[in-house]
């Protein structure tokens, strides 16, 4: 028995321990966490060896995470449906899976090698010298570019959710905190905002709850759950670059271009949304597509409709791009065709195409299928059009000619692609840009058909986020259209002949440079800091060509598995400071907690559409958007199979307070907003039935206090109002509820 054999067992049984002691200590939840991503990560790579065998590293370790994603995600929808999305299902889930994953039989095949579409360098002595100074320049800006990661996740450790201004505590976290109380799929509904949020795929979510089993009352993973589809996202463009005929250097070049715009990484990285996890589902199945295309075989149909399903179950963006990716896909297998390629009868090219079909379906058919039945539209509440005639209604105000007159709709194009450097970073206008649109025309020229249709695809991903969306702040729209940008600039500078080295070189030092002054530490710490990287470059590059720190094979899963079950370990009392201090400087959820002390109350809110902070530091709160008539009470969520009721209509003070006495509500956070919102001042004028507990100026916690009898039970006498405490004043813990807890 090798030491190795040992890894699988003591994970499944770390597994199995997480689901039935759930109370666990920090350091031990932190152990199941590592255990977790492990299973999921063995299991995906198990039907990666079984199904593409022959894929490239880069593109197996993709196929690898998309298939990890799946055995994570899918269950996990599933469970929600029946009710039973409880962490502990789901760590039994994971152990099982990844048990059975063992049997999995693993094909010797030849790996493929792609097809080599670089022209042979220029035989000059100095440019053999130079590629030794480009590649010590890579692995520094490579190292540059994690050093960023890693500061940015250092200074963010004990910081709540939320801190980049996205959508985490709207409706991303709020979803999954409802999930964690009710164990099944309910959207929470919110008052004002987007309506809707309920209605969106949910796999992005899911994928946030998944991070959340392994504690079950700390988001300190799920509020990251966008990082390791960002770094799956660079191992994508790589295998797509590869594809493309980029020898591996190239190909993590364009990986590195990509990752270096700070956008992407962390900024993008460090959330709990779905813009990276829909971007990465986007690129692997281009890069499974592209297998597939080649040489059509089961595996790879199996890879393709997984990635393109995920796609579609985790943001209605992908309804844009699964027709691109299936078109770019078939036509890339009419062009390989056509160049000599694996010819494959119709019939099986047929079974193949059900095959994607089945697996998409499969994969992120959930949600569609949950709005068709419930409300006669799969992409609800979207109407949808053929000829004029409406086949499936929806809501005029979801549509983007409806959405044009809103501010968010302008764009100054020229401004947007050259002047925002938040966005895409200093270098963009000058590298990813041009070759956005050289390079398809190059490749077009030389008759790299399909080289030109893949490098097309950022004109016409930018194009649909142009005219078929509404939202024009952002670039995280199209993000899968930088990321091939990022390839086409690559593919260019492989065919620049001699430039192409100094060209990468000066690129790859100011890549190095501009990412030592996001540690923002001043100009003599920068220039020292870019030499020690250079430095770091030079010695990784030789202790790789040397072999240094290499173990015999059969020790190094072991020596890994230590490894990471003693970072686990180490990270429990991080875990613990997290949740000590992660609303220190959120005073609205901080002051609620410590005023209602570490218990569990039930919350009502009203106001903006972001509560999520409010359900607790440990999500121990019953937070509950309140409808304003018992008749509202079955529409306050949306789930399958319910009647979708407006629970939001004025229908006095009196109805409303009977619904807050029903849900027997403790607590009420106001939030002003400018928007028409009528609790606010009904439990101004109402001092007798509500203590006014906490007031910032952008808060309001109000303790909801007995109703008021009627004048007949009560004599006519009025008792007094309580006093309330004067804005800014700091609250007040309850009575007997000690020190914030984590």
């Known amino acids: 028995m090798s030491p190795s054999s040992l890894i699988p067992p003591a994970i499944t049984a770390i597994l199995l321990a997480g689901a039935i002691f759930q109370g666990s200590s920090r350091a031990f939840q932190a152990l199941v966490l590592a255990a977790m991503l492990a299973a999921l990560w063995g299991t995906g790579s198990r039907l990666a060896r079984w199904l593409v065998p022959d894929f490239e590293t880069e593109s197996r370790w993709t196929a690898a995470f998309t298939f990890a994603a799946a055995v994570a995600v899918v269950p996990a929808t599933w469970m929600g449906h029946f009710g039973w999305m409880w962490p502990g299902t789901f760590l039994i889930w994971t152990a099982l899976a990844y048990a059975a994953s063992r049997f999995l039989p693993r094909p010797a095949v030849a790996v493929e090698e792609p097809p080599a579409d ?148 962390p900024v993008f990285a460090l959330g709990a949304g779905n813009d990276h996890s829909a971007s990465y589902f986007t690129l692997a199945a281009l890069d499974a597509g592209l297998a597939l295309a080649r040489r059509p075989r089961p595996g790879a149909a199996v890879a393709t409709g997984a990635a393109v399903g995920l796609l579609l179950g985790t943001k209605y963006i992908g309804i844009l791009f699964t027709p691109v990716i299936l078109a770019v896909v078939a ?33 992120g058919g959930y949600t569609y299928l949950r709005n068709a039945v419930t409300m006669g539209n799969p992409i609800f509440p979207a109407p949808v059009r053929l000829l004029g005639v409406e086949v499936f209604p929806g809501w005029e105000s979801a549509t983007v000619t409806y959405r044009k007159d809103a501010p968010e709709f302008d764009i100054d194009l020229w401004h947007f692609l050259t002047r925002r450097k938040e966005l895409f970073g200093p270098f963009f206008p000058f590298t990813m840009l041009p070759a956005a649109v050289i390079a398809p025309l190059l490749a077009l020229g030389r008759r790299r058909f399909v080289a030109a249709l893949i490098l097309s695809l ?46 990468r070189a000066g690129l790859l030092a100011l890549i190095t440079y501009q990412a030592t002054r996001r540690l923002d530490r001043g100009d003599v710490f920068e220039i020292l800091m870019t030499l020690a990287l250079f430095a770091a470059g030079a010695l990784a590059v030789l202790a790789w060509r040397r072999g240094w720190g290499r173990t015999e094979w059969r020790w190094r899963g072991l020596a890994a598995a230590a490894g990471i079950g003693f970072a686990a370990l180490s990270l429990g009392p991080t875990v ?7 609303l220190d400087r959120r005073w609205g959820p901080f002051a609620l907690e410590q005023i209602a002390g570490p218990r569990g109350v039930r919350v009502g809110y009203a106001g903006l559409n972001q509560p999520y902070l409010f359900f607790g530091s440990r999500v121990q709160n019953d937070l509950q958007i309140v409808p304003r008539s018992r008749r509202g009470l079955p529409g306050q969520y949306y789930s399958w199979g319910k009647p979708l009721v407006e629970p939001y209509e004025d229908r006095g003070y009196q109805r409303w307070r009977n619904v807050l006495d029903r849900l027997k509500i403790e607590y009420l956070v106001l939030i002003p907003t400018d928007a028409l919102t009528p609790e606010r001042d009904w439990v101004a004028k109402r001092p007798e039935e509500f203590e006014l507990m906490f007031d910032d100026g952008s808060t309001e916690i109000w303790r909801v206090l007995p109703a008021r009898p009627a004048p007949a039970e009560r ?28």
């Open 458 to 503: 950022p004109a016409v991903f930018f194009l649909q986020f142009l005219y078929l969306m509404h939202d024009h702040r952002d670039m995280r729209y199209f993000l899968p259209g930088v990321a091939l940008a990022a390839v086409a600039f690559s593919w260019l500078l492989a065919r620049a002949g001699s430039w192409a080295a100094p060209m």
């Open 118 to 265: 670089e022209p042979p360098a220029a035989p000059k002595p100095w440019l053999a010298r130079f590629a030794r100074i480009e590649t010590v320049l890579l692995a520094a800006a490579i190292l540059a570019v994690a050093v960023v990661a890693l500061h940015d996740m250092h200074r963010l450790r004990y910081t709540a959710s939320g801190d980049y201004g996205f959508d985490d505590n709207s409706y991303h976290l709020s979803a999954v905190a409802v999930w964690l109380r009710h164990g099944d799929l309910r959207m929470i509904r919110f008052s004002m905002g987007d309506a809707s949020t309920p209605f969106y795929p949910v796999l992005g979510e899911v994928a946030s709850w998944v991070l959340f089993t392994p504690f079950g009352d700390s988001d300190v993973a799920a509020r990251w759950s966008q990082l390791p589809f960002a770094v799956f996202s660079f191992f994508a463009v790589a295998g797509i670059a590869r594809r493309l005929g980029l020898s591996r250097w190239n190909a993590v070049f364009a990986a590195l271009v990509f990752a270096s715009i700070h956008r992407v990484l």
């Open 715 to 742: 004599g006519g006498a009025d008792r007094p109002g309580r006093k309330r405490r004067g804005p800014g004043t700091a609250p007040r813990p309850a009575a007997g509820s000690g020190s914030r807890s984590s």
């Open 576 to 582: 613990g400071k997290y949740q000590h201090l992660k």
């Open 331 to 363: 036509a890339a297998h009419l062009l390989e065709r056509r160049r000599g390629g694996k010819r494959a009868p119709a019939g099986r090219l047929a079974k193949l195409a059900v095959l994607v079909m089945l697996a998409m379906a499969v994969t």
